[in-house]
């Protein structure tokens, strides 16, 4: 796994509308270490105007559908000096398997959380080998390590793209480009309002992502809670599913 540092590299950045979110500070943290160009995606690019306004040229507004294959080629042509493709967007609508299940909840969380990434990996990376020099990057979630009670359908589909980042990673390997799995507890966002819980701020989950990019770790977790999740994870993996359990029993 080599050490990616972002000075003077393009990146390519999805979910980038919210102005709280992780795509926002990841832009920001990109242009702070010298990122010679950023491109910021969203479903509506009139929402990017203050971010290409602020950082004069540097950020470059992409409009683009996750779920939409089309639009995907498209941002895929149109960004094809890209370096770092940074799959960040996703969805997330709390549907248990049994209680409070949605069919249309879980099947957007699998198209945006896994699809996506999918189709805009398969549409990236040629160029990013062609640009001789690069990394994948996968936002995923502690989520996709082991489900959380009453989010059964979105740990589902952060398992699957934590199973795609493995996937990527090793057929990545003969062309040189790093693949970088992010694991994020819960973070200071616009998603996770209705939660009453200690968060990490999105300016230091991005520093931490790049952070680890930079030391070549390849599974990046981004705060507190993540980091004591995956340490109990590894000491135990069905203690903290008893644990979950038991969680899941109260709420």
Known sequence: MSKILVKDLVIFVTGTNRERGIGRALIEEAIKRGAKKVYATARDVSQLEDLVAKFHG?????????????QII????????????????G??????????????TARQE???????????IRAFSKNIIKNNFGAIVNVISVGGLSSFPLAATYSASKAALHSLTQSVRAEMVPHGISVFGVYPGPIDTEMSDTFEVAKESPANV????????????E????DAFADAFAGYLRKDPKALEAIEEEFGKLV
Not at 58 to 70: D, G, H, Q, R, S
Not at 110 to 120: A, D, K, Q, S, T
Not at 206 to 217: L, S, T
């Open 110 to 120: 699998i198209e945006v959380n896994y699809f996506g990434p999918l189709h805009l």
């Open 58 to 70: 540097k950020v470059i507004a992409v409009e683009l559908n996750v779920t939409n294959p089309e």
């Open 219 to 222: 599974d990046i977790t981004t």
């Open 74 to 89: 498209r941002a895929a042509q149109e960004a094809s000096d890209t370096h770092i493709l940074i799959n960040n967007a």
């Open 91 to 104: 969805a997330a609508g709390f549907s248990g398997c049994y209680n409070n299940y949605s069919e249309e």
């Open 206 to 217: 991005a520093c931490r992502i790049f952070d680890g990019m930079e030391q070549g770790i």
